[in-house]
């Protein structure tokens, strides 16, 4: 629906052609009507501070397209600032649009803050596509796609940019591109600027991520949430890692229950990594890093042309601490992390379960 203002006065109208009808929101009131077309577009909304942009419960097919600036106000609450759920969505942005939110109102304080940040945007679809969405300025994490099946995103943006990179320690928990508890859900040509992981997944099946870059932030990271949850059949490849506290990590809890099969790092670049360039570890949680690692199948686990420099000796090119029953039927080919010399650690860097005969040289001083 648009509006056309005449010298007489106003004059509300739907697009004409069946086909093209959409419904313009310029107002988070009108949410209940939009929902009723099967295409919304949004442009430089403003969100009141304390309100999600509640696309739920959108009609299968709907495509929902933005556009301009959308801004949010001010408020410690959990968010999510934008939530989409539906089957069958296209959810799409043009390319100038922009999600600002304007992170640096939650930053104050960094990782000593107790102040309660809203999550960004959080899509649970099925059968859909969501692509072309740019984040500026996160004030916590920042796009997540839980329970999603069949769903395939891509060009992300996530730009925080302004918060310096992760060492700045100001836009702490800035997670860039998490999945959770997904099937078949693939994440293409995607660009993350942050202070915390680029990718996160903590379970789910068939993941695919190609043509990711990270910069700034903490990498990217394949890890349980514990509690039984799976990673089974995840691809990470065609990617690259810049200026980040750790390169690749595949993790899980101290206890954790669940498994990873078929975990795939292929094609990778990590460049001046500051702490881990690859690390594998089954004791992440409050005894990380020195605790012993529990009991975790990792099985399956793929490590492919994989190239990279650390930013200096004080970092570890490789490390693994699993307990030793955990490695199951590894490759490990063309892996070449160069440049640490795990100088950084006291005590001095070692390894547990590291799977022999495959050349894997661990916390290399
Ligand atoms: C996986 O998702 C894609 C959409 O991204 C779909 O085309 C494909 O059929 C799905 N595969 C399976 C096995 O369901
Ligand atoms: C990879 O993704 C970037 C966006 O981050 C895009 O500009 C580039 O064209 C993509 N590369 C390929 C080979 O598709």
Request: proline share 4%; with cysteine.
């Amino acid at each position: 629906m648009g509006t056309t203002c005449l010298a007489l006065g106003c004059l509300f109208f739907v697009v004409a052609s069946a086909s093209a009808q959409y419904f313009e929101l310029k107002n988070v009131n009108q949410l209940a009507e939009a929902k009723k077309f099967q295409k919304i577009v949004i442009r430089d909304l403003q969100v009141p501070a304390g309100v999600t942009l509640d696309l739920s419960n959108l009609k299968p097919g709907t495509t929902v397209e933005f556009a301009g600036r959308i801004t949010f106000g001010h408020k410690e609450w959990k968010g999510p600032l934008v939530k989409v759920t539906g089957k069958q969505l296209n959810i799409m942005a043009h390319s100038n649009a922009r999600f600002d939110g304007e992170g640096h109102r939650w930053w104050k304080g960094g990782r000593e803050s107790k102040l309660v940040k809203p999550r960004f945007f959080e899509a649970i679809v099925d059968d859909s596509t969501i692509t072309g969405l740019y984040f500026k300025n996160t004030p916590a994490p920042c796009f997540l796609c839980n329970w999603c099946h069949n769903v395939a995103i891509s060009k992300i943006t996530v730009d925080t940019k302004d918060a310096g990179d992760g060492r700045a320690g100001k836009a702490f928990n800035t997670d860039g591109i998490s999945l959770g508890y997904v099937k078949n859900v693939t994440v293409r040509d995607s660009y993350v600027f942050n202070q915390d992981d680029c990718f996160v997944t903590g379970g789910g099946e068939d993941m695919l991520i190609d043509n990711l870059t990270c910069e700034g932030g903490n990498g990217i990271s394949v890890g349980s949430l514990g509690n039984g949850a799976d990673v089974v059949r995840c691809t990470i490849r065609n990617s690259r890692v810049t200026n980040s506290l750790n390169g690749l990590r595949v993790k899980s809890e101290t206890n954790a229950v669940g498994l990873h099969r078929g975990v795939t790092f292929e094609n990778i670049e990590l460049k001046d990594i500051h702490q881990y360039g690859i690390s594998i570890y089954g004791n992440y949680g409050p005894t990380y890093p020195t605790g012993e690692p529990t009991f975790f199948v990792m099985d399956q686990l793929t490590m492919r042309n994989i190239k990279g420099t650390m930013k200096a000796p004080g970092g570890a090119n490789v490390w693994i601490w699993l307990h030793k029953d955990s490695a199951r039927n590894w490759k490990w080919e063309n892996v070449n992390v160069v440049g640490g010399k795990s100088a950084m650690f006291r005590p001095p860097l070692t390894c547990k379960g590291v799977p022999q005969n495959l050349g894997i040289r661990c916390a290399e001083k």
